[in-house]
């Protein structure tokens, strides 16, 4: 089992629609980051989390340590934000683990 | 302006070649880092270096080995490469404790 799932491994909305991802992950972390990866390959860092909430234009991504869990979050979506979304924990001694990714496809 | 860039884009080797991926970074960063994604998409970071000290080394064979001639460079240098090492890498740097890692456009690498 992954220390670090994340659901759904795909998903189809239609342009603007509310999206939410998930990860949970099992290990003790000091930080979450949410990864976007384009259809072309490059990737993009879009949070860095290690309590409570950010909010970055219509991304909001929300951690909740108790639960070990996070969400991204994205609002009035569009068909640019396809891509997918990669959840990673760094531990406790500095190395990383990473989500399998979400693929988000949204449809104008 | 490209703020992190690897060469080369793809490389096609052999077998039991040596072979070096650079990367270079123009934004004043202190930390870079070296990432392997492969042909299932799973990311797994290999290095990250700070102020040319070597903070993270996850279990990666040592036929891989950062080299770092100055603080906007991390080149990968790879021996004795096998099919298995086929893969995108790709090259990032941040700020100590920031949000952003800025990751470079990848290189992928076929081992024939």
């Known amino acids: 089992k992954n220390e670090v799932e994340q659901s759904p491994q795909n998903l189809t909305a239609q342009e603007g629609e509310f999206i939410t991802i998930n990860c949970s992950y099992s290990?003790?972390?000091?930080?979450l980051h949410w990864l976007q990866q384009h259809p072309g390959g490059g990737i993009v860092s879009l949070f860095m989390?290690?309590?409570g909430k950010k909010k970055h234009g219509r991304l909001i991504a929300t951690i909740n340590i108790q639960e070990k869990h996070s969400s991204l979050h994205i609002t009035a979506s569009h068909p640019r934000d396809s891509a997918v979304y990669i959840c990673a924990v760094t531990g406790n001694n500095n190395d990383m683990r990473f989500g399998a990714g979400t693929r988000l496809t949204v449809k104008p | 302006d490209t703020a992190v860039s690897q060469t080369p884009k793809y490389l096609v080797t052999q077998m039991g070649n040596d072979k070096s991926i650079k990367c270079e970074q123009n934004?004043?960063?202190?930390?870079m880092y070296w990432y392997k994604q492969d042909s299932k998409k799973f990311l797994k970071i290999m290095f990250s270096y700070n102020n040319k000290e070597l903070i993270i080394n996850e279990t990666v064979p040592n036929r891989f080995s950062p080299k770092s001639p100055d603080k906007a460079h991390l080149n990968l240098h790879i021996n004795s490469l096998e099919l298995g090492d086929s893969a995108v890498y790709f090259c990032?740097?941040?700020?100590?404790?920031?949000?952003?890692?800025?990751f470079g456009p990848g290189t992928r690498l076929t081992v024939l």
């Open positions: 990032a740097s941040s700020l100590p404790h920031t949000d952003t890692q800025y």
């Open positions: 989390l290690s309590s």
């Open positions: 934004l004043g960063h202190d930390t």
């Open positions: 290990v003790g972390i000091s930080a």
